[in-house]
């Protein structure tokens, strides 16, 4: 319990880098009204310890293995609507500030931010509020992603450097329909090919 006698917030946090993620434990740890319940190093062990923990607040990177912190908050919003999420980036684009709000994100903060914000921003979320750094927020609708969410799977595989046929094989389509994706993508960015398209949309926040 916290001094007031009330339940403290209860947080897991999702981050794949393990100095990251200690860090991140140690601070919220030092908070009286916060208690830290779970860990996760991927977006799959994120969901699995949503589900099992109950938390007020989950707090995730973007870019993680297995399931990436925008599509995690698109998971917890579909199956655990009480838990809300933050998420904590290095990346201030405003295409991802607008993807994770879509999928129903509380807040969108980074990581070089002061640490003490971290606290206050897992309260002010936990009361309901939403949590955004007023620069990047009014960036964030200057340019909508023109990615459909078929196209951007496709080319975010195609940037790890999967072939059209290993894609087609791993989301069950044709070649054909994968080629199809990637043509789209690639006039979409303007670009010339799949790895000038993934770039650009990368660098925008939309990948």
């Known amino acids: 319990m916290s001094p007031s006698g009330e339940r403290p917030i209860r947080v897991v946090i999702a981050e794949d880098q393990a100095m990251v993620l200690g860090a991140l434990v140690a601070l919220l740890g030092m908070e009286s009204d916060i208690k830290v319940v779970a860990q996760a190093r991927n977006g799959k062990l994120a969901l699995d310890a949503v589900a099992q923990e109950h938390p007020d607040v989950l707090i995730t990177d973007i870019e993680m293995p297995e399931l990436t912190g925008l599509e995690l908050a698109g998971e917890i919003k579909k199956r655990h609507q009480r838990t809300r999420v933050i998420i904590l980036t290095t990346f201030a684009r405003p295409g991802y500030l607008r993807r994770a709000l879509e999928a129903g994100a509380s807040a969108y903060l980074l990581k070089d931010m002061p640490a003490e914000k971290l606290a206050d921003a897992v309260r002010r979320v936990h009361r309901g509020l939403r949590v955004i750094d007023p620069e990047l927020a009014s960036e964030a609708w200057t340019e909508a992603d023109p990615l459909t969410d078929r196209?951007?799977?496709?080319?975010?595989?195609?940037?790890?450097?999967?072939?059209?046929?290993?894609?087609?094989?791993?989301?069950g389509l044709s070649d054909g329909t994968v080629r199809n994706y990637l043509s789209e993508a690639i006039s979409k960015m303007g670009a010339t090919n799949r790895v000038e398209a993934a770039r650009i949309a990368r660098e925008k926040g939309w990948l």
Do not use: K, N
């Open 151 to 171: 196209e951007r799977q496709v080319l975010r595989l195609a940037s790890e450097g999967m072939t059209t046929t290993d894609i087609a094989g791993q989301i």
